[in-house]
């Protein structure tokens, strides 16, 4: 704490101890003001007609990263691009909806026989088996020997909130640590949730590759038990991920140090364009008979982004562990949503069971894949071209739907305000949204920014 500053939340009741948990986290950072926004106590209650019990509420910050598409959309200019939350994006400049997905939903839409009952607690048996088996493997010994419980949520966020939460509750260490830096939401899901979160060195920005020493250095003097959350691939924000190598090293120390992995794979085939090569850092941990959590959305590689499909699975020692784990996960999600949509999984069941729309949702994924790749190609080129100051490999070499273009946020803020072109003000930008035809006008508001600040 701050000499002198308490917590805004510390006269509330013990149900408040999760707020605090994460001011203290937050405390120090420049999130803290909008920590404080965010639950601002009440003065009064107030009685008189007219004034609002409400009044005490103060308008709170827009999401660092969903805000950027209400600025976007706000923007009337006909050059507007919005490279800011990772959605993919055609050639054309359109969302894509997948035709095995139009096909799936036909198909589900065609059978009379389906009804809009509730799922149970835990969501659809068929999604539940058959996404454990697309992150871990079909032949995963844990899958058949029964030590893993997987409950559908809503989406990758659902998932670790879900995760997070069970922890929180049954897990005998509270401290997470997350990468430095991370997708912007993680800090938020694990503070509510009750657990304590650090950060461990993961990027430098010098080499804008991985501070390999750094990690194993802080994941090394982290306390035994710990919770790590790890990104299974194209670690969003930086596109850097360790190398198959290294993964093996990370398994080996966290193992040692019986550090618990909490994977967030968000990105399963988005990476490489195949399915099984993007799963490999989870599988090494899962094949060594340890115990990790793994979130999966399918949000981006089947985009399925406003459907809310995702799973959690918990791998656990034993099938009995895992009855008992799965029993209560259903506790935690009964008083928080009561049970998940039933379409969007069920879109992703009918695509996972049947061989050829399976082999059809590969190659489209592949081929998104390949775009965000020939993009990054794209980019850099235009940036050689133009003869840009500085060195730019690192568009080429980063992996996944985001470039850390190594921006800082005064260049990006003069994009916005020139070129009006949208990104977080971290200077990632989303390859995703980006296209042959809108490369050159990036490029160019890049040149000027880099030119302006030189
Ligand atoms: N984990 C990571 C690492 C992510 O990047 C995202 C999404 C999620 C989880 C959650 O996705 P889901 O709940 O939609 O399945 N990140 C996006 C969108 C693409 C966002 O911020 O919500 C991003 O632009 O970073």
Redesign the pocket.
Known sequence: MHSGKTSPFSSFSPADRRLSALYRHLEGSSSIAAMDSIAAAPTSASSAAGASVFDHVVRGPE?P??GVTVAYNKDQSPVKLNL????YRTEEGKPLVLNVVRRAEQMLVNDNSRVKEYLPIVGLADFNKLSAKLILGADSPAIQENRVTTVQC???????RVGAEFLARHYHEHTIYIPQP?????PKVFGFAGLSVKSYRYYDPATRGLDFQGLLEDLGSAPSGAIVLL?ACA???TGVDPTPQQWEQIRQLMRSKALLPFF?S??QGFASGNLDADAQSVRIFVNDGGECLV?Q????NLGL?GE?V?ALSIVCRTADVAGRVESQLKLVIRPMYSNPPLHGASIVATILKDRNMFQEWTIELKAMADRIITMRQKLFDALCSRGTPGDWSHIIKQIG??TFTGLNSEQVAFMTKEYHIYM?SDGRI?MAGLSSKTVPHLADAIHAAVKRAA
């Open positions: 999401d990263i969903l800011g939350v990772g959605a809503l989406s990758g966020t659902g998932s670790l991370t997708w912007g939401n993680h990104h670690h969003n924000p967030d968000a990105y979130a959305s399918y949000a981006k982004y809310r995702g739907m985001f977080t989303s």
